[in-house]
């Protein structure tokens, strides 16, 4: 069912596809009359959108233009988690790899069980991989500005969402793909259709983030997701979603 719901969502995106926009606004030098802009190209009818002010923080005295390229590469890179968390959350219902999960023969965890019981279930060393993994991609995309011939830090004129290659990597340690286009099939596009595609995934890292939440809130408190429970798509979980590793440890601190 929750396959059934990820391609409803699929198919409804196109809505949030944005309008042309007059102007390359995705760049980075940004204030918020651009973003202004920008919000309008990728949804007409919300338009600009920013309760809390964030637009107008000025970050650690870094200035507006800093402060702008913050928030939306924060956004951003939100917006990309959700949409491999939900995409994820999706499969890990239906189905896992057919071998083993480790080296001494291991199952994976049943698709009987929710995604979030499937994570407590897996061993410790297999999450600290995954965490650490992430780190490791975290600390690649922030230091780009010290890598010459990389790009520029999002912070300091570069573009929020650009994600740097792994050509250092590969040149100085083995081979990897790059995380974005590893086949190199974006090098003819116009930069003006890569400045709507991004817009697009923004928009639709939006809806990703809505729905992840969605499902882990149906799991967690019954009945607070209605449609997912009449899909059938809800597997109760009466453990702690935000504790990583044991049901007694939680970021937040506390039992």
């Known amino acids: 069912m929750k396959l059934l719901l990820a391609s409803l969502l699929a198919g409804s995106v196109t809505a949030f596809a944005p309008q042309q926009a007059s102007r390359a606004t995705t760049s980075m030098h940004e204030t918020k009359d651009d ?45 990309r988690v959700a949409m491999m968390a939900f995409s994820g959350f999706c499969v890990q219902s239906n189905w896992h790899w057919p071998w083993a999960m480790t080296t001494a023969g291991d199952p994976f965890p049943s698709t009987d069980l929710s995604p979030e019981a499937q994570w407590d279930a897996i061993p410790e060393a297999a999450k600290w991989q995954i965490i650490l993994l992430a780190g490791a991609f975290e600390v690649w995309d922030e230091t780009v500005g010290l890598r010459e011939g990389e790009g520029s830090h999002y912070m300091r004129g570069g573009r929020p969402g650009d994600y740097p290659s792994f050509s250092r990597f590969r040149e100085d340690v ?6 974005y286009d590893p086949f190199g099939f974006s090098k003819k596009m116009s930069e003006e ?16 983030m809505i729905g992840i939440f969605g499902f882990l809130a149906a799991d967690k408190v019954p009945g607070s997701v209605p449609l997912l429970e009449q899909w059938g798509a809800v597997i109760p979980y009466d453990g702690a979603t935000m504790a990583p590793f044991e049901a007694n440890f939680s970021i937040f601190g506390g039992n």
């Open 174 to 179: 083995h081979f990897v793909f790059d995380l």
């Open 35 to 79: 973003l202004k802009i920008l919000a309008e190209a990728q949804n007409p009818v919300v338009k600009f959108f920013d309760p809390i002010n964030l637009s107008e923080q000025d970050f650690w005295d870094q200035g507006e233009e800093a402060s702008i390229g913050f928030i939306r590469q924060a956004e951003i890179k939100h917006g």
């Open 193 to 208: 259709k890569k400045e709507r595609r991004l817009a697009m995934e923004i928009n639709n890292g939006r809806l990703a």
